[in-house]
């Protein structure tokens, strides 16, 4: 089985996550192969190549500030940007899903990827649940990222619509609470869908 969690940034996808992770499932960060493929020779050359020496340290390891800057501020130069860079690390990380699924096949596999619906994701998952969660919780789980309000807007404008992510889930998940609340919803959607199954 399949799950694709979606949400808002700093909805708390990870912490629902690592609650199933801690239940026995295996979870595919892709936010973080997306880190990880920063460090490959490949795409470090791509990205060279589109956005010249600017983004990379006196060591040769990529920016990741200096690069969300470029693809994260508020011009129309940088959404052109933002899709050059999405066109280098999404076959990367479409790459590493596959292989991971082929791994995991006979384990419960959790989906934690912000882009889920833009790469199409969504159509190889059994269940997509949407994280919940008020803004101004939202906008305190980033502040703890180190993330102002205005930045938090800023990178939300560059997704899709939170409409258009819940609109896509099979199952919300209420995450104003605490997290015995949360532990609470997950496992009556679990012992739904074991019950489902095993009709």
Not at 163 to 168: D, E, G, W
Request: charge should be negative; charged fraction near 35%; aromatic fraction near 6%.
């Amino acid at each position: 089985m399949i799950i694709a969690i979606l949400g808002g940034i700093a909805s708390g996808k990870s912490l629902v996550s690592e609650i199933l992770q801690s239940w026995g499932a295996v979870v595919f960060h892709a936010d973080q192969v997306g880190h990880e493929a920063l460090a490959d020779t490949e795409v470090r050359e791509r990205l060279r190549h589109e956005f010249g020496e600017k983004i990379f340290t006196q060591d040769g390891e990529v920016d990741r500030r200096r690069l969300a800057e470029l693809v994260f501020d508020e011009t129309p130069e940088s959404e052109e940007r933002l899709q050059k860079l999405n066109e280098i690390i999404h076959p990367y990380i479409l790459a590493k899903w596959d292989a991971f699924c082929r791994e995991n096949a006979e384990k419960l596999i959790v989906l934690d990827a912000a882009l889920l619906l833009e790469l199409g994701m969504d159509r190889q998952c059994d269940a997509i649940l949407f994280i919940d969660t008020p803004l101004a919780r939202r906008q305190e789980f980033a502040a703890r990222r180190g993330w102002s309000a205005e930045e938090l807007a800023t990178r939300e404008r560059r997704q899709l619509p939170l409409s258009q992510k819940r609109a896509a889930a099979t199952v919300i998940l209420d995450n104003s609470g605490d997290r015995e609340a949360l532990e609470r919803q997950l496992r009556d959607f679990l012992d739904t869908s074991r019950n489902k199954k095993s009709q």
